[in-house]
């Protein structure tokens, strides 16, 4: 079985970001084995700035040094989740509750693979997702990736008023 280089990251990393008062979000590791990109994504309830993000830097690759996780050299990404931001726990579907989302899934719900509503919490094991009107529960062991869509607020012209 492959290691996860990911998930031992997150698991050195989740209780340091707490200890800060910030959440990990997210972390990513891409490219080759030779010179991997790290890619940490942190947030916070009142969200997260610039300044925080660099204050988290030192503390973020000293832990990831200390896991031997990577072996050699590797790039070092921290940043905020973006507007975009990944859902992945049941406290963020509540956290997100009203605002839209895309989830997409292993087996198909309601009849889709890919299904993009408005976020209505958790319930239990499941993910609660509004889709046309219709409330979709989905089982958080069948996401493969859920995140938060943009709106984009509509203009309406002078004529349609």
Do not use: C
Not at 33 to 57: C, H, K, Q, T
Not at 74 to 101: K, M
Not at 121 to 137: P, T, W
């Amino acid at each position: 079985m492959a290691r996860d280089i990911a998930a031992e990251i997150e698991q050195a990393l989740a209780p340091l970001a707490l200890a800060h008062g910030l959440e990990l979000v997210a972390v990513e590791v891409a490219g080759h084995s030779g010179r991997p990109v790290v890619r940490v994504f942190l947030d916070r309830e009142s969200g997260i700035d610039l300044d925080a993000i660099a204050e988290a830097n030192p503390w973020i690759s000293d832990a990831i040094d200390a896991t031997e996780a990577i072996h050699g050299s590797y790039v070092l990404e921290v940043s905020s989740p973006g507007i975009e931001r990944p859902l992945r726990t049941p406290r963020d579907w509540d956290r997100f509750a009203g605002r839209s989302a895309s989830v997409t899934v292993a087996e198909a719900i309601a009849g889709r693979k890919k299904l993009t509503g408005v976020v209505g919490g958790h319930d239990g094991d499941d993910a609660v997702l509004e889709v046309e009107g219709a409330i979709v529960r989905i089982p958080f062991a069948l996401i493969r990736k859920a995140h938060l869509v943009f709106d984009f607020p509509s203009f309406e012209s002078k004529e349609t008023r």
